[in-house]
């Protein structure tokens, strides 16, 4: 082979790697747009109880670092879409994208609801919510959910923790 031969053969090679790797990009780009217009609530509400959220601790919110924490988080969402529709296209199975983005989006929710439920003066207790959810879930069907302790869910922040008084002191055990 001569080196136009080779340069001919290297030139098609990449000309061919690169038009394939356009199409597939497309194609994520396509699965993409849905999950990235449902990330855009999911950023604003965020925002907006992060920010009530931390007026309420009494912190002081600052416009640049609120902005700088929005706009990581964008950049964030833009990676694991990108992640799971090209994965989900690469190994062409939809439910990779599906738990991806839906392990990302529980996540955000939790973090939307104990902010909103912070501005209240409220907290949720997620490991209690998480067994419950998965109790219930591993019992045949027909479950009766009337046995589940709601009150337990959510509960008041100042609510001394056991074995602590009300200054968050430990206390001894009466015998």
Request: proline content about 3%.
């Amino acid at each position: 082979m001569s080196t136009t031969d080779t340069s001919t053969f290297t030139t098609i090679t990449a000309s061919g790697i690169a038009t394939a790797s356009i199409v597939f990009f497309q194609e994520a780009v396509t699965h993409m747009l849905p999950w990235l217009i449902c990330a855009i609530p999911l950023i604003l509400l965020d925002l907006n109880f992060g920010i009530k959220a931390a007026r309420y601790r009494k912190e002081a919110v600052r416009f640049s670092r609120a902005f700088r924490r929005t706009f990581g988080k964008v950049v964030e969402y833009f990676a694991w879409v990108c992640f799971a529709a090209t994965a989900s296209l690469a190994f062409e199975v939809k439910w990779v994208e599906m738990v991806v983005l839906g392990a990302v989006y529980i996540n955000e929710l939790a973090s939307i609801i104990g902010n909103y439920l912070e501005t209240k003066g409220l907290k949720v207790n997620w490991k209690y919510v998480v067994n419950t959810v998965f109790k219930l879930g591993g019992q045949k069907v027909g479950v009766d959910a009337s046995d589940v302790d709601s009150s337990q869910f959510i509960e008041p922040i100042n609510k001394p923790k056991p074995g602590r008084n009300e200054k968050g002191q430990f206390t001894k055990k009466k015998k």
